[in-house]
Nanobody, 113 residues
Protein backbone atom coordinates (compact mmCIF):
# COMPACT_ATOMS: atom_id res chain seq x y z
CA UNK A 1 0.00 0.00 0.00
CA UNK A 2 1.41 3.35 -1.07
CA UNK A 3 1.71 6.01 1.60
CA UNK A 4 2.84 9.61 1.47
CA UNK A 5 3.36 11.15 4.89
CA UNK A 6 4.06 14.86 5.19
CA UNK A 7 5.60 16.53 8.22
CA UNK A 8 7.28 19.74 9.25
CA UNK A 9 4.40 22.18 9.15
CA UNK A 10 3.67 24.66 11.89
CA UNK A 11 3.09 28.26 12.88
CA UNK A 12 5.80 30.76 11.95
CA UNK A 13 6.13 34.52 11.66
CA UNK A 14 6.51 36.32 8.34
CA UNK A 15 10.07 36.12 7.05
CA UNK A 16 10.84 32.87 8.82
CA UNK A 17 11.56 29.47 7.28
CA UNK A 18 10.17 25.95 7.40
CA UNK A 19 11.26 22.67 5.86
CA UNK A 20 8.55 20.22 4.90
CA UNK A 21 9.28 16.54 4.46
CA UNK A 22 7.39 13.82 2.62
CA UNK A 23 8.14 10.17 3.34
CA UNK A 24 7.05 7.96 0.46
CA UNK A 25 6.52 4.23 0.72
CA UNK A 26 6.63 3.69 -3.04
CA UNK A 27 8.44 0.93 -4.86
CA UNK A 28 10.97 2.34 -7.32
CA UNK A 29 10.51 5.82 -5.85
CA UNK A 30 13.35 7.25 -7.91
CA UNK A 31 11.50 6.95 -11.23
CA UNK A 32 8.63 9.21 -10.19
CA UNK A 33 8.20 12.93 -10.58
CA UNK A 34 7.04 14.38 -7.26
CA UNK A 35 5.03 17.50 -6.52
CA UNK A 36 4.19 19.73 -3.61
CA UNK A 37 0.72 21.25 -3.80
CA UNK A 38 -0.92 23.66 -1.39
CA UNK A 39 -4.48 24.63 -0.59
CA UNK A 40 -5.37 27.81 1.22
CA UNK A 41 -8.73 28.17 3.00
CA UNK A 42 -11.54 28.66 0.49
CA UNK A 43 -9.23 28.25 -2.49
CA UNK A 44 -8.42 25.53 -4.98
CA UNK A 45 -5.41 23.32 -4.54
CA UNK A 46 -2.46 24.72 -6.48
CA UNK A 47 0.84 23.33 -7.63
CA UNK A 48 3.75 24.87 -5.75
CA UNK A 49 6.79 22.90 -6.89
CA UNK A 50 7.79 19.86 -8.94
CA UNK A 51 10.90 17.71 -9.07
CA UNK A 52 11.46 15.14 -11.80
CA UNK A 53 13.19 11.79 -11.49
CA UNK A 54 16.35 13.41 -12.87
CA UNK A 55 16.19 16.26 -10.36
CA UNK A 56 14.87 18.99 -12.64
CA UNK A 57 12.71 21.44 -10.73
CA UNK A 58 9.96 23.94 -11.48
CA UNK A 59 8.05 26.38 -9.30
CA UNK A 60 4.92 28.44 -9.23
CA UNK A 61 5.68 32.12 -9.76
CA UNK A 62 4.36 32.86 -6.29
CA UNK A 63 7.09 30.79 -4.61
CA UNK A 64 9.95 31.06 -7.09
CA UNK A 65 13.14 32.26 -5.44
CA UNK A 66 11.84 31.46 -1.94
CA UNK A 67 11.03 27.74 -2.03
CA UNK A 68 13.33 24.87 -2.97
CA UNK A 69 12.17 21.33 -3.70
CA UNK A 70 14.62 18.47 -3.35
CA UNK A 71 14.62 14.70 -3.05
CA UNK A 72 16.65 11.90 -1.54
CA UNK A 73 15.95 8.75 -3.52
CA UNK A 74 17.84 6.48 -1.15
CA UNK A 75 15.61 7.58 1.72
CA UNK A 76 12.48 7.90 -0.45
CA UNK A 77 12.02 11.47 0.77
CA UNK A 78 10.94 14.74 -0.84
CA UNK A 79 11.55 18.08 0.82
CA UNK A 80 10.28 21.61 0.45
CA UNK A 81 12.49 24.29 1.95
CA UNK A 82 10.41 27.42 2.40
CA UNK A 83 12.20 30.69 3.12
CA UNK A 84 10.98 34.25 3.53
CA UNK A 85 7.51 32.99 4.31
CA UNK A 86 4.57 35.33 3.81
CA UNK A 87 1.04 35.24 5.27
CA UNK A 88 -0.25 34.28 1.82
CA UNK A 89 1.78 31.06 2.04
CA UNK A 90 -0.63 29.88 4.73
CA UNK A 91 -2.13 26.63 3.47
CA UNK A 92 -2.23 22.89 3.85
CA UNK A 93 0.71 21.47 1.91
CA UNK A 94 0.38 18.12 0.16
CA UNK A 95 2.86 15.70 -1.31
CA UNK A 96 1.73 14.22 -4.65
CA UNK A 97 2.76 11.64 -7.22
CA UNK A 98 1.27 12.98 -10.46
CA UNK A 99 1.62 9.85 -12.57
CA UNK A 100 -0.20 7.76 -9.99
CA UNK A 101 -2.57 10.24 -8.41
CA UNK A 102 -1.28 9.54 -4.92
CA UNK A 103 -1.75 12.20 -2.24
CA UNK A 104 -0.57 12.56 1.30
CA UNK A 105 -2.77 13.73 4.16
CA UNK A 106 -1.23 17.20 4.20
CA UNK A 107 0.58 19.33 6.74
CA UNK A 108 -0.62 22.75 7.89
CA UNK A 109 1.59 25.79 7.44
CA UNK A 110 0.46 29.01 9.06
CA UNK A 111 2.36 32.26 8.62
CA UNK A 112 1.16 34.93 10.99
CA UNK A 113 2.52 37.61 13.28
Amino acid sequence: QVQLVESGGGLVQPGESLRLSCAASIRMFGIYTMDWYRQAPGQQRELAATISSSGSTSYADSVKGRFTISRDNAKKMVYLQMNSLKPEDTAVYYCHVPSRGYWGQGTQVTVSS
